[in-house]
């Protein structure tokens, strides 16, 4: 028997995120799970470091960065996701996303994470590397990526109702 009590979604905000948290919210829905949406923004500061001569207020580039992340997750997820799965918008800081993704799902006891995946070739995996491949492969529980577009199995209720007619 398959038992979820908390679903985390990691975001970047892309089109492969939107339909990562469609799956987690059904998910979340079927097992009457916890929905977490989390975002890890780049830790600007650490990535600045030894650039020479610069004016930058760092610090005040940083705040912005979480500002706008956490409106976006904000709106990402809705008062009916609050109501009904417990949803928690969360926007953390790291120099590395996935480290801190798979750590968030070790302290919060998470499930299963569910994250978007843009399915590029192999010359920009090599080159950019993937915070999904990561995650799967040091995650304490399962992964399901999502990539889109492909074949999605969660529809949109008034689509659920035609397929079943």
């Given at each position: 028997?398959?038992?979820?009590?908390?679903?985390?979604?990691?975001?970047?905000?892309?089109?492969?995120?939107?339909?990562?948290?469609?799956?987690g919210r059904e998910l979340a829905r079927t097992f009457g799970a916890t929905l977490h949406v989390l975002h890890v923004v780049p830790d600007f500061f650490s990535a600045a470091v030894?650039?020479?001569?610069?004016?930058?207020?760092?610090?005040a580039v940083q705040r912005e960065m979480e500002a706008a992340a956490t409106r976006q997750i904000e709106s990402m997820v809705s008062d009916e996701d609050r109501k009904e799965l417990g949803a928690k918008t969360l926007v953390l800081t790291s120099h590395s996303a996935a480290p801190r993704i798979v750590q968030y799902a070790k302290d919060a006891r998470i499930d299963i994470i569910i994250v978007g995946t843009h399915g590029r070739g192999a010359m920009a995996h090599l080159m950019l590397g993937s915070v999904a491949e990561r995650v799967v492969r040091t995650a304490p529980c399962p992964v399901l990526t999502v990539r889109t577009p492909e074949h999605e199995f969660v529809l949109p209720d008034a689509l659920q109702t035609v397929a079943r007619a």
């Open positions: 028997m398959i038992t979820l009590k908390n679903v985390l979604v990691a975001v970047d905000f892309d089109e492969p995120s939107e339909s990562a948290l469609a799956y030894g650039i020479e001569g610069t004016t930058t207020d760092y610090v």
